[in-house]
């Protein structure tokens, strides 16, 4: 059990370098929950919040909503034509914010900044 939904945690969200800044947008989180719910499949989140030096460290764009918390990275486990499948679905191709599905490294970027796609 998450102590910011269901199924997440504050703990998943937080810098990976160890700095300890957790401060994730509980919006974002509960649309995770959603997309979680709908699919009834566990999400792992690769990245949350980032501070700046680790923000540098992994390639992140300088002005990065990850900074803020308003972003993550995150990958289902499941196989391929499942991930396809989701990335053309509906549910996220009306994503209000950022999405993109980074094929080469198999993960999914969302944010709740404003609405693009790359």
Same mark, same amino acid.
């Given at each position: 059990?998450?102590? $910011?939904?269901?199924?997440?945690?504050?703990?998943?969200?937080?810098?990976?370098?160890?700095?300890?800044?957790?401060?994730?947008? $509980?919006?974002?989180?509960?649309? $995770? %929950?959603?997309?979680?719910?709908?699919?009834?499949?566990?999400?792992?989140?690769?990245?949350?919040?980032?501070?700046? +030096?680790?923000?540098?460290?992994?390639?992140?764009?300088?002005?990065?909503?990850? @900074?803020?918390? +308003?972003?993550?990275?995150?990958?289902?486990?499941?196989?391929?034509? +499942?991930?396809?499948?989701?990335?053309?679905?509906? %549910? @996220?191709?009306?994503?209000?914010?950022? #999405?993109?599905?980074?094929? +080469? %490294?198999?993960? #999914?970027?969302?944010?709740?900044?404003?609405?693009?796609?790359?």
């Amino acid at each position: 059990m998450g102590d $910011l939904t269901e199924n997440f945690s504050r703990k998943e969200f937080a810098c990976r370098c160890g700095c300890g800044f957790d401060k994730i947008s $509980l919006c974002l989180v509960h649309r $995770l %929950q959603v997309v979680r719910d709908i699919f009834g499949l566990p999400i792992i989140i690769n990245s949350g919040c980032r501070c700046k +030096e680790y923000n540098k460290k992994v390639g992140g764009a300088s002005l990065s909503v990850h @900074l803020i918390g +308003e972003a993550a990275d995150w990958c289902f486990n499941c196989p391929y034509d +499942e991930k396809l499948y989701f990335y053309t679905s509906v %549910q @996220l191709n009306d994503w209000s914010g950022g #999405f993109h599905y980074y094929r +080469e %490294q198999k993960f #999914f970027h969302v944010d709740i900044g404003r609405r693009r796609r790359w």
